[in-house]
């Protein structure tokens, strides 16, 4: 069974550049998360789709954005690009509402480097 | 404030002896507890999940303990190979009172180093 995928790999934008990063769920998963890891920091909670619609939201400004297709695959949008937006961006994807624990299976990330 | 604090920073030690890392969480309401490993440059993968009834829970040479009362886990790591070298990473699960999934607290990670 294939896990959580992301592309790209690696990106270098520069300061006021728009990136979109995407994400493919495993197989059956239909809740899809996005998260921030900056270097030396703990990974901040972006954003939750499931079944196409954002659940929850956690404490970034709005440029960054997202969605989720009905194929239950997702993109995270960023606007203009800051200097402190250089981080690994995790997916990960779970069953969906209703499963006990949720347990969250990880991407291996993009890295993201705003020059 | 809902937080997720870890102990060591970062911790180096020789091949086949064991290790403990810390986690002490002030997150409210409590739905439950992950210890994730995390390859550099890699996503996380779960290790031990556990809820607030259970106290212990074991995966191959990682086991992992939970005291609801004062709010404190460990991660306890046997006979470590030089595999086990990851940043492993204490999350709390917030309940979310209107019955979907919480928010997730991560602690920023303890970066183990095994060393032959």
């Known amino acids: 069974e294939a896990g959580v995928t992301q592309s790209p790999t690696h990106l270098i934008k520069t300061r006021g550049q728009q990136v979109t990063l995407r994400c493919s769920p495993i197989?059956?998963?239909?809740?899809v998360y996005w998260y921030q890891q900056a270097l030396g920091l703990g990974l901040q909670f972006l954003l939750w789709y499931d079944e196409g619609e954002e659940r929850n939201r956690g404490n970034f400004p709005p440029r960054f954005s997202g969605r989720q297709f009905p194929n239950y695959s997702s993109e995270l949008n960023v606007n203009a690009l800051e200097l402190e937006d250089s981080a690994l961006y995790l997916c990960?994807?779970?069953?969906?509402?209703?499963?006990?624990?949720?347990?969250?299976?990880f991407g291996p990330g993009t890295r993201l480097t705003v020059l | 404030k809902n937080q997720v604090e870890q102990s060591p920073q970062s911790l180096i030690i020789l091949e086949g002896k064991n290790c403990t890392l810390q986690c002490n969480y002030t997150v409210s309401p409590f739905s439950n507890l992950r210890w994730y490993k995390q390859d550099t440059g890699r996503g996380p993968v779960s290790l031990t999940i556990?809820?607030?009834?259970?106290n212990t829970k074991s995966n191959g040479r990682y086991t992992a303990t939970l005291d609801a009362d004062t709010k404190q886990s460990s991660l306890h790591i046997t006979a470590s190979q030089l595999s086990d070298s990851a940043s492993y990473i204490c999350v709390v699960t917030r309940t979310n009172y209107g019955g979907s999934q919480g928010n997730l607290i991560f602690g920023k990670g303890t970066k183990l180093s095994v060393k032959p």
């Open positions: 197989s059956g998963h239909t809740s």
């Open positions: 990960a994807s779970s069953k969906g509402l209703a499963r006990l624990y949720n347990e969250q299976f």
């Open positions: 556990m809820t607030f009834s259970e």
